[in-house]
Antibody, heavy 120, light 108 residues
Framework: EVQLVESGGGLVQPGGSLRLSCAASGFTVSSNYMSWVRQAPGKGLEWVSV???????YYADSVKGRFTISRHNSKNTLYLQMNSLRAEDTAVYYC??????????????WGQGTLVTVSS | DIQMTQSPSTLSASVGDRVTITCRAS??????LAWYQQKPGKAPKLLIY???SLESGVPSRFSGSGSGTEFTLTISSLQPDDFATYYC??????????FGQGTKVEIK
């Protein structure tokens, strides 16, 4: 069964750091496009970052320079290192596997999400 | 950035109703559009991709249509399990994908 399980969320002070993990099973992370998507409380979905199978990475302007996406191939795990956290980064963070479809890719498998709260 | 606008924001309907949700893109995205269903406290679930292709395992009462800038998600006969929030997502400008703001389908 294809599954994603996130961990690492919690309460952090503004300016602090946190690393999220997403353990995959049933498929190989390094062979797929993988992404982080977040959802602020009561709000809609926002794309955060993506890592391609070839290793290229991309970020939303709102997190560029502060967040880093990476993967550990032997652990089959995706990560999101979040630095210089701000109150507006408070959200549930989902990791998601993408399926390619001609022009681009969409999310066909999602984790259950992990809540990050940035507050003093 | 391509902006995605859904309407309505909230929809009240009864079991058995035919329901239509609209998603408009700020510029043409061809057919590179997906629809997701999200229930409270749960992750989104893929329903439709490439504007009109039904994801495996999704009931056939869900259908999608459109191309260019205007798209619709239709539920032919609303079931109790369908009360949820629905999001459209463009992937024409990949990797910079964007979502609509969501449409909440409530019980009338």
């Amino acid at each position: 069964e294809v599954q994603l399980v996130e961990s690492g969320g919690g309460l952090v002070q503004p300016g602090g750091s946190l690393r999220l993990s997403c353990a995959a099973s049933g498929f190989t992370v390094s062979s797929n496009y993988m992404s982080w998507v977040r959802q602020a409380p009561g709000k809609g979905l926002e794309w955060v970052s993506v890592i391609y199978s070839g290793g290229s990475t991309y970020y939303a302007d709102s997190v560029k320079g502060r967040f880093t996406i990476s993967r550990h191939n032997s652990k089959n795990t995706l990560y999101l290192q979040m630095n210089s956290l701000r109150a507006e980064d408070t959200a549930v963070y989902y990791c998601a596997k993408l399926r390619s479809d001609g022009s681009g890719s969409y999310y066909n498998v999602w984790g259950q999400g992990t809540l990050v709260t940035v507050s003093s | 950035d391509i902006q995605m606008t859904q309407s309505p924001s909230t929809l009240s309907a009864s079991v058995g109703d035919r329901v239509t949700i609209t998603c408009r893109a700020s510029q043409s995205i061809s057919s590179w559009l997906a629809w997701y269903q999200q229930k409270p406290g749960k992750a989104p679930k893929l329903l439709i991709y490439k504007a009109s292709s039904l994801e495996s395992g999704v009931p056939s009462r869900f259908s999608g249509s459109g191309s260019g800038t205007e798209f619709t998600l239709t539920i032919s006969s609303l079931q109790p399990d369908d009360f949820a929030t629905y999001y459209c997502q463009q992937y024409n400008s990949y990797p910079w994908v964007t979502f609509g703001q969501g449409t909440k389908v409530e019980i009338k």
